[in-house]
Every structure is written in C-alpha cells, then in structure tokens.
C-alpha cells in the first residue's frame, strides 16, 4: 500500500507541474486592453444614466464591467481594483433602489479608480 501511495504522489506531482497545467501570465497588452475596456464601460454606464437610460440597461453595462475588470490580472493592481470593483457594485445596489444621484457618484467614483489603475499601469510598464 505504501508503494501505491508513493506513486501516485508522484504521479500528481509530476502531473501538477507539467506545462499542460500551467497557466500564462497575461501580457503588458493583455492588461492593458481589461483596463480600457472595463473604463470604457464604466463611461458608457455613466453616458447612459446621463441620459435616461432604464436602470436596468445601466445595471447591465455596469455588470458588463465587473466581468471585464476581472481580466484586470496584475499583483500590484488587485487591491485597487477590488475596491475600484466594490465601488461598482454601490452603483448597481443603488440602481436597484432606484437611487440615481448615489449610482451617478458611485459610477463617476469608479471611473475615477479605473482612470488610476490605468495611469499606475502605464507607469510602472
């Protein structure tokens, strides 16, 4: 019993740290294109608040958002873009109390934490 066990720790050790299981580092250009993209959504939800839109085509835009910035994968970013991300989900909390002028601040808060992420991104690469 103790040979089996030996070889399958060796099995998932070895099967662990081939390179079918390796995950790639996301590029400079990989991050770069979540950051704007996840901004560009953000401008687009404040656009269509501005506007008139429904609270829920906003809600979606804003949800579009937070699935982008998930792509936003850099150590040095994660701490603001959680908080960038927590500010996204008061602007969707607030739509869905109907509550425009908080969802106006928490959407221009966030575009203002995006904005920051992608200078801080720029100037570090």
Same mark, same amino acid.
């Given at each position: ?17 081939s ?32 506007? &008139?839109?429904? =609270?829920? %085509?906003v +809600?979606? /835009?804003?949800?579009?958002?937070? !699935?982008?910035? *998930? ?14 991300? &927590?500010?996204? =989900?008061? %602007?969707? +909390?607030? /739509?869905?109390d109907?509550?425009? !002028?908080?969802? *106006? ?21």
């Amino acid at each position: 019993m103790n040979a089996f066990k030996k070889i399958l720790a060796s099995f998932v050790i070895a099967t662990l740290s081939s390179s079918a299981f390796a995950v790639a580092n996301p590029t400079y250009e990989d991050v770069k294109t979540a950051i704007d993209n996840t901004l560009a959504k953000v401008e687009e939800a404040i656009t269509a608040l501005n506007n &008139g839109s429904d =609270n829920e %085509a906003v +809600a979606k /835009l804003v949800s579009d958002a937070r !699935q982008t910035q *998930k792509d936003i994968a850099n150590n040095v970013l994660d701490v603001k873009r959680n908080r960038a991300s &927590g500010v996204l =989900n008061q %602007a969707r +909390a607030a /739509l869905k109390d109907n509550n425009l !002028q908080a969802a *106006k601040e928490s959407l221009t808060d966030a575009a203002n934490k995006y904005k920051e992420i992608q200078q801080i991104y720029a100037s570090t690469h």
